[in-house]
Structure formats: C-alpha cells, structure tokens
C-alpha cells in the first residue's frame, strides 16, 4: 500500500519548524509513514483501549510508524493512528462498518451451525485430487494442466467435491431455515440479487480466507497478477440463489473485485449460463463489445469459474431447476490505491486497449501520408530542381531518389 496519500501535508503549510497551536509535533518528513515496516520494533499492545478498529490494527500499523514517532508514548500514537485512519475510513464508511459487526455478532451469537466441518478447510474432503496437486506443486504448467481458457481470461477447472457441495447446500439451508423461523432481516449478498446468503456473515469467513489465500491467491498470482492478483487480500463470499421463488436471473454488471471465483453448488437445472462482454475500466464500463469478446458459459456442478471483477458479465435466466452458486470475490487494496494515483490508460482495458490501436493506426496512417506526400514533392522538387540547379549544387533531396 502507498501510505503516501494518507499522509497529513497541512502540516507543511503552517511553519517550518512543525508546531501549531503550540504543540509540537513532528516535522513533515518525519510524519510520512514507513512504507516496509519496522520488523525490529516491538508493537505496544493495545488491547487494554477502547478503539475504533481492533487493537491489531493499531499494532501493525505502528511498525510502519516514522521512527521519531516510535519513542513517543502510547496514548501519541493512537492520536496519530487515529487521525490517520480517520482519513483514511471516512465517517459515514466507518458507521457502516460499525453497524455490520453488529449484525454479524447477533447472528453468530444466535445461529447454530449444522455442519461443524465445514468452518475449517480440509483440503481432501473440500476439493478434487487434480486441483490440490496443482496448487500444492504450484506452477504456472500445473495450473495450465487442470486449467481451461474458453476465452481470453476465463478461467474454468473442476474444483469442488460433490460432497462438499452437498453438505455447503444443506448449511446454507438450515441458515436460510432458521432466517424464515427467527424472522431475522438478513442483508442479501449485493444490490442485483433478492435472494442468496452472504457466508462470511454466519461464520464462514476464516474459511472463506484461507481458502482465497492457500488456494486462489496462487493461480490468480499467474493469471491476473497486472490486476491485484497477486496482492489478494480481502474477500465478500456469498451464495446466489436461481430459479422457481428465486432470483430468474441476473443483469450485466462488473463485480466489485479483482478476481471472482464463481462454482457451481448444483442443484439441478437447465439454462444459467454465464454471458461475458470483455473487460472494461470505469471510463468504459458501457461502450461497446467487440464481436470477439462475447463468450457463454454453461455452469456445470463443482466447476469454477475464475474472472477478472470488470470483466463484464451476467447470468441467463435459469429456465427449470435450482441453481445454487458459491462465489467469492476477492480483493486487493494495495491494487485499489494504486489505482487512485493511475493517470494513463489501463493495459487491461479492451476499450482502452482498442482506443489506442486506433490512436496509433491513424498516426501510422497519417505518418505514410506525409512520407508518400514527401515523396511525391521530393520527386517533382527534384525534378524541378534538376532542370534549375547547376549539377554541382544539387539539393539533398536528389538524394533520396
Ligand atoms: O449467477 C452467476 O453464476 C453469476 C453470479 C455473479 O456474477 C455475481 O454474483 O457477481
Ligand atoms: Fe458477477
């Protein structure tokens, strides 16, 4: 993360010497936050305050504090992390924040999970044998060996055991049971679906995790690493729900990730299918689909799909049946700031891609223009000048012929 922007500068512009209203404080230069932390320093422990964030946060970020700012006491650091997390998690985000721990903790407290084994990752009953080889050996050939391309960044490989996916329909079930019975108001997994469950809100978050990190972070890392691939570092995993008192389908959209995982649970179903319409940044996001960027994809039970977040896309009506998916779309902050400060246009970007072949075919194209013009004045200029210029003076351009 560039820790530059969160960096406070109207320090800079009330003296040279770093006070203000009489408090001292360090200088500019001395405020900027280290950007590789400290792993000499030992953290203060901050589990004793009552704080905005969780005491870890305010742990590790003071390793990344400036070295003057390491020697001064507890209560100056937390002023200054708190300043800075403040710009960092504006008002509004932070109550928002705030409102879904305490959601999430009124549903733990009072919902009872059915299958306990699901809450941990066990590799052998979770995934088929070729994907674990092929993350475990962990190269670019081994990924490519299990691995699919149908079309220019989709991804598919078989990935869940039927039984997993049996037992993740059942919980997601017995949550969906006890919504209807406790008549609890759930918040469904984005703005497009009416139905679905958000995993990470009933206690699958730390499996979610290790699964983004231990198994998707490896492949993502080779296939989408210009993209925040290799710097995955949060996630929102959700189930969608298809068919009859369900969602029919869902509308084109880019998902708000870097990378989307998207397997099929089952059940069993006709239609569904996956629609893409190439990759688009913010300023494209609704122009035009080139002919080679339409792909369909139909959903197969324990088979995922692997996806750049803007690659456009939706899902075809599920026509008979019940479609179940698991997705997790997974997120690089490092890639989001990084982002903030981008000016030129995106190497990902089909638009922009198609935008800048264009810019260069017209200077290509303007560029012979004027050489065949050239040309053409050349010959004549020269032909001219050959009947005017005595033969020891000859212009340069006779050169050229
Ligand atoms: O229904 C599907 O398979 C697509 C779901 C999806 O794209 C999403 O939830 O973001
Ligand atoms: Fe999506």
Known sequence: MSFDGL???REESQNGNGTSNGVVRPSYSDRRLRLNPNTNHKPESYEDMKLEFDPTVYSSLERHLPPSMLAVGREAKVQFMKEILARYLPEGERTRVQRHREYREKIMSNYEPLHRELYNIHPTTFFVPSFIKAIGDNTIESFRSIISEPSPGIFTFSMLQPSFCELLLSEVENFEKWVHDTKFRIMRPNTMNKYGAVLDDFGLEAMLDKLMDEFICPMSKAFFGEVGGSSLDSHHGFVVEYGKDRDAELGFHVDDSEVTLNVCLGKQFTGGELFFRGVRCDRHVNSPTQPEEFFEYSHVPGQAVLHRGRHR???????SGHRINLLLWCRSSVFREL????????TWCGECQREKKERQRQSLAATKLVAKSMQKWNLTS?????KVTPESDQPKAHAYK
Do not use: C, I, M, P
Request: net charge positive; aromatic share 14%.
């Open 313 to 319: 896309h939706g899902a075809w009506a599920t026509t």
């Open 382 to 386: 020269s032909l001219n000048s050959t």
């Open 339 to 346: 982002k903030k400060y981008q000016k030129e246009f995106s």
């Open 7 to 9: 960096v406070d500068r």
